[in-house]
């Protein structure tokens, strides 16, 4: 999409919606006074009334707006502004743009004043708000007769006062970040039965391709010859036409002998939980477990459409977790790619033996440094809630580069504890370790059980079990996907760019 930037006068700006952020106590001189003067003083009415009060993510729309050359306003509250964080802006236009997305052919033009702006720049407010036209306008509707949203016809972004060389520049920024986003809450939105391992492993595929990136596409045989016994296990009880992928999708921004970054994603298209099966009510939003691979996959596509500087391969493990004779059982020892031997306890812990193998693989394959991410437990969801991404590593630093970029992203991550005495939870009587690692803690040994497969490179794992999708509908956030941590990956690939 094409997002235009100007500079023009509030009230002269043509657009079907002419949205207005406006913080609490507005200065009602500049453009905000000249809106005023147009609207007849009703903003200063409103605000006198206490109908107008710039509460975060408050939304007032006039629809009768003659002075105007605007169809109609949407006043969208920032908030204090010296209390505005990347974060508290995006959940503001998100809101907006969500509202008046819900009829088709909309045009609109975001008004911002550097003063409301305070403290955040206004090249980040440009971005934040040019992500924010893409991924508000999308909702997890598209397979209804009647869409609940449509993508917005055309967007100008209003400033005043501003550089505007930098603004273009975060504008592009800002797209190419809310079509990576859009990309990913698609592909997680998608049912279970249109995105399997193969469906997905072509959507990749198509989007490397486009993008001029290497991908290489892994299946069964090729799987079998790398000896991922503890990736294809999870896949045996899926029929023969569902069949396991292990996508790697590799570009190359910097000098061949700089450091590789691998990100690496859980793609369980769909978890049962297997012959341990899940109630009803925790497998419903199933399809959401390749999370983890789909973030992969909008983060590489949109660190190589900004060019950043970085060497990245996207890591992908695909596969369903499914029930039939063939299934993988309860006491089942499994033998991992780098040789350890598993004994399963349950299959619906089944994250961990995918990634166990795609790791180890991304370890051979020459990663400097890897971060995961996975729908990978319940139990985080009870540890964190369903906003924070635990985080999980071997390497502070490393660890502290991913919290800190996911600080500027505007997304919340809490690290959590490695001591060495959850790695024992893991034994086992008749194999290496076990893929559970008991009742307490479980989000940790998880976490420990994948520390076996990284071979001691810098790693970080986060587990977005409760982050990446949302259960309802909000003001400002559509149910379902969410696209977490694509901004924070990006951000961690542009600081090892640095
Ligand atoms: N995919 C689930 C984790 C999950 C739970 C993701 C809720 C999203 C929302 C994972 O494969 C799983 O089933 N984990 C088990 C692990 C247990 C068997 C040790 C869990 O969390 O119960
Ligand atoms: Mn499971
Ligand atoms: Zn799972």
Not at 153 to 180: H, K, M, P, Y
Not at 314 to 339: C, F, H, P, Q
Not at 464 to 487: D, K, L, Q, Y
């Amino acid at each position: 999409m094409n997002i235009s930037l100007s500079s023009g006068t509030w009230s002269k700006v043509e657009c079907s919606w002419l949205i207005v952020g406006l913080p609490e106590a507005p200065d009602l001189s500049g453009s905000l006074g000249e809106l005023n003067t147009a609207l007849n003083g009703s903003v200063s009415r409103l605000l006198e009334t206490g109908d107008l009060k710039g509460k975060l993510a408050e939304l007032l729309p006039l629809h009768d707006v003659p002075g105007l050359a605007a169809d109609r306003v949407l006043f969208v509250g920032l908030g204090k502004s010296a209390e505005l964080t990347r974060a508290r802006f995006e959940k503001a236009i998100m809101s907006a743009v969500r509202k008046v997305s819900s009829q088709d052919g909309i045009t609109v033009a975001i008004c911002l004043s550097d003063a409301s702006l305070e403290s955040i720049s206004v090249a980040v407010a440009v971005e934040t708000a040019a992500t924010a036209i893409l991924v508000g306008a999308q909702g997890q509707d598209s397979l209804k007769a009647e869409p609940e949203h449509f993508p917005l016809t055309a967007a100008s972004i209003v400033l005043t006062e501003a550089d505007q060389s930098d603004a273009t520049a975060a504008i592009e920024r800002g797209v190419i970040l809310g079509e990576a986003i859009n990309l990913t809450r698609e592909l997680v939105n998608l049912p279970p039965q249109m995105l399997y391992p193969e469906s997905f492993a072509s959507r990749a595929q198509a989007v490397a391709t486009n993008l001029g990136l290497q991908v290489d596409v892994l299946g069964q045989a090729e799987l079998e010859a790398e000896k991922m016994g503890s990736l294809l296990a999870v896949s045996q009880g899926s029929s023969i036409n569902r069949g396991p992928r292990v996508v790697a999708i590799s570009y190359q921004g910097a000098a061949a002998d700089a450091p590789t970054l691998a990100i690496v994603g859980k793609g369980v298209t769909f978890d049962s939980g297997g012959l341990s099966i899940k109630p009803s009510e925790s497998m419903i939003t199933m399809k959401c477990d390749m999370a983890g691979a789909a973030t992969a996959l909008g983060a590489v596509a949109a660190i190589a459409r900004l060019k950043l500087p970085v060497n990245v391969v996207a890591y992908m493990g695909l596969v369903e977790n499914m029930i039939s004779s063939t299934s993988y059982k309860l006491g089942d020892i499994l033998t991992a790619r780098n040789g350890v031997t598993i004994e399963v306890q349950n299959t619906d812990a089944e994250g961990r033996l995918v990634l166990a193998d795609v790791l180890s693989y991304a370890v051979d394959k020459g990663a400097d440094r890897i971060v995961d991410l996975a729908t990978l437990t319940g139990a985080c969801v009870v540890a964190l809630g369903e906003e924070v991404t635990g985080a999980f590593t071997n390497d502070q630093n490393w660890c502290d580069t991913i919290t800190s970029a996911a600080a500027t992203a505007g997304e919340d991550i809490w690290q959590m504890p490695m001591f060495d005495h959850f790695a024992e939870l893991l034994k086992s009587e008749v194999a290496d370790c076990r893929n559970i690692g008991g009742r307490w803690g479980g989000a940790i040994t998880a976490a420990k059980f994948l520390e076996k497969f990284v071979a001691r490179k810098p790693w970080v794992h986060l587990d977005i079990a409760g982050p990446s999708f949302a259960s309802s509908n909000s003001a400002h956030r559509e149910g379902g996907a969410t696209g977490c941590m694509v901004r924070s990956l990006v951000e961690a690939a542009a600081t090892l760019a640095e």
